[in-house]
């Protein structure tokens, strides 16, 4: 029986279902009820982490700090975790973030450039948090120029390193092989991240685990970017019947979604005709909600706009190019502007 260890992330990911709209009495709720039931890391912040509230990103409700204490002052045994991408947060936000409860960080960069998590790595190790690096949108990256970046990560002193698959583009044959290749390649020990586009989320994330991941995450209901991540209880529940031990009460946790998530979730998280082509093309998720209203504001096709953003290969951070895309295919096709 192997001992996994499950990350919640309904209080970060799961902020882009809520347009980043959490009010602290929930966050508060929520996390109290994750804690009962036994969840050793809960994350939280922004959906696109510290310093995310932007205009470009989405305004929260409350400020990163607000929500960080909120959820610390909620729970007795689990470890919260922030989100730190660079070039939206800043080691001053890591720095509040540690003051206002936080233990551990997810650094989160882009598959090819592990050497931007150097700086704050080295700073979050040197201040005593927990260190858990995410390399986002793995899928574009084959098994081993992947897990030469984690071994980049692992030697910046990363205690864990995650195949992230931001687009929910992989299948459980691709995330097994990711996983295996940064496991032969890294000291530390190796997650996985999923998200539910190709309806693989739990699949895939069995299949990670069978490859050697020990930290897998998971939220609530599957809330999160667009089509939303393994959902925590089912991942729970499937993880358990293949005989591994969590440390959580799957029933507590099922509880949790149903009694307090469920009723002020604002839609089912659902694979829709968006949320699929995101998976199909390889686009990343937190994309979803933009390209919706760009095809409202622009009179075009979401389906065309995503297409056309994978096959330009847009990343994370590129959020503009949306527009742009919208434009330019509305112009092509004489559709015009909306409102």
Known sequence: MTRLHVVDTTLRDGANSFSHRFTTAQVADIAAGLDRAGAEMIEVT?????????????????????????????????????LYVPGIATLNDLRVAQECGAQAVRIAVHCTEADCAEQPVRWAREHGLEVLCFLMMSHLLEPDALAEQAALLDGYGAHVVYTVDS???LTPSGAAARVRAMRARVSCAVGFH????????????????????????????GLGASAGNAATEVLVAALEREGHETGIDLFGLVDVAEDIVAPIMPRPQVIDATALTIGYA???????????????????????????LGRRGVIGGQEDMIIDV??????????????
């Open 326 to 339: 919208a434009a330019e295919l509305a112009a092509t096709t004489g559709a015009g502007e909306r409102g």
């Open 194 to 221: 999923a998200h539910n586009n190709l309806g693989c989320a739990v699949g895939n994330t069995l299949a990670a685990v069978e490859a050697g991941a020990t930290y897998v995450d998971g939220s609530l209901r």
């Open 167 to 169: 687009a929910g583009a």
């Open 46 to 82: 922004h959906g696109d982490g510290l310093g995310g509230s932007s205009i470009q990103l989405g305004r929260a409700a409350h400020s990163d700090p607000e929500y960080i204490t909120a959820a610390a002052e909620a729970v007795e045994n689990a470890r919260i975790a922030v």
């Open 282 to 308: 390889g686009v990343y998720g937190t994309f979803f909600l933009f390209a919706k209203r760009a095809a409202e504001k622009y009179g075009v096709g979401s389906r065309e706009i995503l297409l056309e």
